[in-house]
């Protein structure tokens, strides 16, 4: 694969991903949205869905990872690390252009999220929160319990996922179907059917109390762009937890692959 076929297609892969991604989570979140309120279980399949059709779209050009803690721990399994910093840079712009596209589908939503006048009797809407929508925020913010989470969150998604597709040195992936003119990690279109099945299962057991970044660029980068963007009352950004959601799924994604390499 040729740097630029890797960039593009983390690029297009991890838009994707976010653009369903923080889609759901303005679903649920904002008011004057259809879905508003409609739950946990829906965040976790929306979000699942969004690594279904980001792999997909990017698997035959880049290979589909999306993720740098997913990058990291092939490249601990594989000793290959010359390409890391294309797939890296790819999935940070990716994710980045997502969440515009996802603040563009909710435009009327995100305007509308503004202190109500009031009436005679004195009521007023207060604003939504914004940040959740485009980045992980802990439920209770305890900087080694909320790592820890991230590390074994990010462990129970990059081991099982080498487990299941394989790499070059070791066993074959249990997938079945080959894609057509990929390299990557994903042999098969079943092995991403399974993957994101995967995450919806690490959003519904373990999300609880970080909200399951498991992915730095999907935190890193819409948390740029919530900084950036024109969003009535949207608050802090929350730089001094930022750190978390990204030191995190990169321990876990390297120790993922240790585990593999050592393992398998």
Not at 156 to 169: F, I, K, M, T, W
């Amino acid at each position: 694969m040729s740097n630029g076929d890797i960039f593009f297609g983390e690029m297009i892969g991890t838009a994707i991903l976010i653009l369903f991604g923080a889609g759901v989570c303005a679903a649920v979140t904002l008011r004057f949205s259809k879905a508003r309120a409609a739950g946990w279980v829906v965040i976790a399949f929306g979000w699942g869905f969004g690594v279904l059709a980001g792999a997909y779209t990017a698997a035959p050009l880049s290979g589909g990872h999306l993720n740098p803690a997913v990058t990291f721990g092939l490249a601990v399994d594989t000793g290959v690390w010359d390409k890391v910093w294309v797939y890296l840079l790819g999935q940070i712009t990716g994710a980045m252009i997502g969440a515009v596209l996802a603040y563009l589908v909710y435009l009327a939503q995100f305007q509308a999220n503004v202190r109500k006048t009031g009436t005679t009797e004195g009521t007023v809407d207060e604003p939504v929160p914004t940040l959740g929508i485009f980045s992980t925020i802990p439920e209770i913010r305890n900087p080694v319990a909320n790592l820890i989470t991230e590390i074994l969150a990010t462990i129970a998604l990059v081991l099982p996922l080498l487990a299941l597709v394989g790499s070059n040195r070791h066993v074959e992936g249990i997938g079945i179907g080959l894609i057509e003119g990929g390299e990557g990690i994903y042999g098969s279109g079943i092995a991403i059917l399974l993957v994101s099945f995967l995450v919806v299962g690490i959003g519904l057991s373990l999300g609880g109390p970080t909200g399951y970044a498991i992915n730095p660029a999907r935190d890193l980068g819409p948390r740029i762009i919530h900084a950036i963007l024109p969003i009535p009352n949207k608050g802090t950004s929350d730089w001094g937890y930022s750190w978390i959601p990204v030191v995190g799924p990169l321990i876990g994604g390297l120790l993922g692959g240790v585990i593999y390499n050592a393992a398998f």
